[in-house]
């Protein structure tokens, strides 16, 4: 499986924008997907997750702005970013592998297959 995320800019604090995570493969429909982002300087962090059955999860700090969805006949995955803030500046990764569980969406090291990061960039 390779994962090719884009969509990521530089855009001023209150805008939207929209990820996308592009993948190859015919098994893509059941795959877990999960968005991770890293500033600099810090750990890379969970930010939201979609499952084979499109049931979701989310970082309590993104809940309510981010929206994570899924097309499976295009095999991507979208993650919908409203009302950004500064501080989501990021670089943001896609990832994906097809055993996740669901109490372990949010740990990136049980993902085995990453996409290169989209830097998103948000002014104030």
């Known amino acids: 499986v390779q994962l090719q995320a884009s969509g990521g800019g530089l855009v001023q604090a209150g805008d939207p924008l929209r990820l996308s995570c592009a993948a190859s493969g015919d098994t893509f429909r059941r795959l877990t997907v999960g968005w991770f982002r890293q500033a600099p300087g810090k750990a890379r962090e969970f930010v939201a997750a979609?499952?084979?059955?499109?049931?979701?999860r989310y970082a309590d700090s993104m809940k309510g702005r981010f929206t994570v969805s899924r097309d499976n006949a295009q095999n991507t995955v979208y993650l919908q970013m409203n009302s950004l803030k500064p501080e989501d500046t990021a670089v943001y990764y896609c990832?994906?592998?097809?055993?996740?569980?669901?109490?372990?969406?949010?740990?990136?090291?049980?993902?085995?297959?990453w996409g290169q990061g989209t830097l998103v960039t948000v002014s104030s």
């Open positions: 990832a994906a592998d097809p055993s996740i569980i669901l109490s372990s969406l949010t740990r990136p090291d049980l993902y085995n297959y």
């Open positions: 979609i499952r084979w059955n499109s049931n979701t």
